[in-house]
């Protein structure tokens, strides 16, 4: 179902249900894009931070932060996003966090911790090149819907859809 409004693609679709947004309406899976890709954005932009200014306290943070996204139904951003950002958009409330998105928070997490530990033990260049790689990621999945992880989670779970 798709209307002139609507700007969501065949591709655009599927890589949405590839994440676990299974169910709705192209003009549904639309409205829902920014705010699914806001906390990508966001802890994206903080790895971003904490690598420039070589940081392993910034890149712990963002590792508690996905850390939240793994046990809670929410990532944290999507309650900032639900409760104030969505209003300021003009923007329905987005969904639930899928599977995929919870293991996709969990690789953040396991990933993070290995390059504040290649900080702290002084080997900053494979730091770099971790935190680097896992920026790309999240800007991939940020920009074009493409989640690596979520390819990953359905690979091993028999795409388990939510």
Same mark, same amino acid.
């Given at each position: 179902?798709?209307?002139?409004?609507?700007?969501?693609?065949?591709?655009?679709?599927?890589?949405?249900?590839?994440?676990?947004?299974?169910?709705?309406?192209?003009?549904?899976?639309?409205?829902?894009?920014?705010?699914?890709?806001?906390?990508?954005?966001?802890?994206?932009?903080?790895?971003?931070?904490?690598?420039?200014?070589?940081?392993?306290?910034?890149?712990?943070?963002?590792? $508690?932060? &996905?850390?939240?996204? !793994?046990?809670? =139904?929410?990532?944290?951003?999507?309650? /900032?996003?639900?409760?104030?950002?969505?209003?300021?958009?003009?923007?329905?409330?987005?969904?639930?966090?899928?599977?995929?998105?919870?293991?996709?928070?969990?690789?953040?997490?396991?990933?993070?911790?290995?390059?504040?530990?290649?900080?702290?033990?002084?080997?900053?260049?494979?730091?770099?090149?971790?935190?680097?790689?896992?920026?790309?990621?999240?800007? $991939?999945? &940020?920009?074009?819907? !493409?989640?690596? =992880?979520?390819?990953?989670?359905?690979? /091993?779970?028999?795409?388990?859809?939510?």
């Amino acid at each position: 179902m798709t209307n002139q409004n609507c700007i969501i693609t065949p591709a655009g679709r599927q890589r949405l249900e590839t994440q676990g947004y299974i169910g709705y309406t192209d003009i549904e899976l639309d409205s829902f894009k920014f705010g699914i890709r806001f906390a990508y954005y966001l802890c994206g932009s903080i790895a971003v931070l904490g690598l420039l200014l070589t940081s392993p306290a910034i890149l712990f943070s963002t590792l $508690l932060i &996905a850390f939240m996204g !793994v046990i809670l =139904p929410r990532h944290p951003f999507d309650y /900032l996003y639900n409760h104030v950002i969505r209003h300021w958009v003009d923007k329905p409330q987005i969904p639930l966090r899928s599977k995929q998105g919870r293991f996709a928070c969990g690789m953040a997490v396991v990933w993070l911790g290995v390059t504040v530990g290649l900080f702290y033990a002084g080997l900053n260049t494979w730091g770099y090149a971790l935190g680097y790689m896992l920026v790309a990621t999240a800007i $991939l999945v &940020a920009t074009t819907d !493409v989640c690596i =992880p979520s390819m990953i989670y359905n690979s /091993l779970f028999s795409r388990n859809k939510e």
